[in-house]
């Protein structure tokens, strides 16, 4: 059926076909094309938020308090790591079996907390990925996953005070590690020997160290 298209200069009567591809797009299709590509862009917005409020949250809220948002925006350490966080549907080989099978949560990390091999004491907690497991395994020395940076880290690899790895704990769930160190130096970026310097007493804190 042919119709009227004033919009294309010289002519009066075209078909929409035999309209070059230009001129439809600045005679009535562009609007679709516009609307796609604003969503588009909306959506890539909203993304930039989420992951943004979800780093925001960490520190305030709990970690775990920001799994819905990284849930929501679909975290590369989750889609990394899916495979190995799958449901255990075997309880009792999850727990009693003999066989390594850590359960990363929904972000893809679990929790490490670091203690002196000698003499006991909790020198930091932090959060590992398979990437940080596997280059703890793989060198002996402590790697974790940086949350506020989204990537791997070696405790030490600017300050020099490393964590040397003699033994990896794995709690019943195997959702937890306990790592026997030797430290080379403070634990603390703070400069103290460990992060938990302080012990609640009341409602206020007092340092250990003196």
């Known amino acids: 059926m042919r119709r009227s298209n004033p919009s294309f200069p010289g002519s009066s009567w075209r078909t929409v076909a035999e309209t070059p591809l230009p001129w439809r797009l600045r005679c009535g299709w562009?609007?679709?094309v516009k609307a796609a590509v604003q969503f588009i862009t909306s959506l890539a917005v909203l993304t930039k938020r989420l992951r943004g409020a979800a780093w925001?949250?960490?520190?305030?809220?709990g970690y775990r308090a920001t799994n819905l948002i990284r849930g929501l925006?679909?975290?590369s350490q989750a889609k990394r790591n899916g495979a190995i966080s799958e449901s255990i549907d075997d309880p009792a080989r999850q727990e009693e079996g003999g066989e390594f099978r850590p359960k990363f949560d929904s972000?893809?990390?679990l929790t490490a907390v670091a203690q002196h091999a000698a003499t006991g004491e909790v020198l930091m907690v932090a959060f590992m990925d398979q990437a940080a497991l596997d280059a703890t395994r793989r060198t002996g020395l402590a790697h974790f996953h940086s949350r506020s940076r989204g990537r791997l880290w070696m405790k030490g690899e600017t300050s020099g005070h490393t964590l040397a790895v003699e033994a990896i704990l794995v709690d019943c769930d195997q959702d937890a590690l306990v790592l026997k160190v030797r430290p080379a130096g403070p634990a603390c970026h703070t400069g103290a020997r460990t992060c938990f310097y302080r012990a609640l007493e009341g409602e206020g804190l007092t340092r250990l160290d003196g």
């Open 30 to 32: 562009s609007r679709p």
């Open 107 to 109: 972000a893809g990390l």
């Open 56 to 61: 925001i949250l960490g520190p305030v809220c």
């Open 73 to 75: 925006i679909g975290g």
